[in-house]
């Protein structure tokens, strides 16, 4: 369909920036922390805990209710692998928190070019590992290149209780029909998502490595229940939905959902789109069915 009206008012204002791929890793991590005003005024919660999980590893714990046994879901951020925090995602954790009536665990993994792969796979091990000993109901969450630990943690842990993936950047080879469609002019495009994986991978690193890109992992099969949510006009589409393919393929339950007229990142701006908020409500629901129901 065509791009969502909100969506082309939104790469309109964003005509005269510099694209993403010109930007320094600093530069690019402020621009995430200041994109964070998309997302609209962050809602208050019955209780946020920052804290710190096994190994010193950073975290924000998001309670949406002061009650014993609320279900986890443990989200890693979008960034490229080289952007985002835990500020740049705190209000879109807060939504999912009351949304979704669990408890967000947002983790601020390590990031390239710092700390390059598999690092940001090794924090998101501690995560998981430290969430399933909490005696709860347990599943995992991510955007973009959070989406990507998030389905590499489910394929470890089948004992999670859901995974939800938003346009996962699973596959570095970089070689889907949808790479070449929305290349540029959609937002972030073929040459920023190349670089995130130039950022991540130290040379050499076999692309389809299945820590790395969990689309080419052998064995899917036993992966916990999956949402995989993709934007039509988005660089990382094609791979997300093959994902998704794969995994009903191998016997999984997944429910793939495409958001018509959208483009990567839309998820995190609920304060400017509705197609986010209509996101924003279904991946709650998906938490809550899978975790609380």
């Known amino acids: 369909m065509p791009i969502d009206p909100e969506v082309a008012a939104y790469l309109e204002r964003q005509k005269n920036q510099p694209p993403r791929s010109a930007l320094d ?59 985002g925090d835990l500020e740049s995602h705190d209000a879109v954790c807060r939504m999912l928190a009351l949304g979704s009536g669990c408890r967000i665990l947002a983790v601020d993994y390590r990031l390239a070019p710092e700390h390059r792969f598999p690092a940001a796979v090794e924090d998101a091990r501690v995560a998981v590992e430290w969430a399933l000993g909490q005696g709860v109901a347990v599943g995992v969450a991510g955007d973009s290149a959070g989406a990507n630990l998030a389905a590499g943690a489910a394929l470890e842990h089948p004992a999670l209780g859901c995974q939800l993936l938003i346009y996962p950047m699973i596959d570095a080879v970089c070689g889907s029909p949808s790479y070449a469609e929305f290349a540029e002019g959609y937002g972030p495009g073929a040459a920023d998502m190349k670089r995130g994986w130039r950022e991540y991978l130290p040379k050499g690193t076999d692309p389809r490595n299945p820590l ?25 589409r094609d791979e997300g939905e093959a994902y998704a393919l794969r995994l009903a393929a191998a016997g999984n339950s997944v429910e793939a959902k495409r958001y018509p007229g959208t483009i990567h990142g839309f998820f995190t701006m609920p304060g400017l789109l509705q197609a986010a908020r209509d996101a924003i409500r279904d991946a709650g629901a998906f938490l809550r069915r899978s975790l609380a129901g």
Not at 33 to 58: H, K, S, Y
Not at 212 to 236: C, Q
């Open 25 to 83: 890793v600093a530069g690019t991590r402020e621009m995430m922390r200041r994109a964070a005003a998309l997302a609209g005024p962050p809602p208050p919660l019955a209780q946020i805990e920052d804290m710190l999980l096994p190994g010193a590893l950073p975290a924000r714990q998001y309670w949406p209710a002061l009650t014993d046994g609320l279900p986890l879901a443990v989200y890693f951020h979008g960034g490229r692998f080289f952007s």
């Open 212 to 236: 790395a890109s969990p689309l080419y992992a052998e064995n899917l099969g036993g992966a916990p229940p999956a949402l995989v949510i993709t934007a039509e006009y988005d660089t990382l």
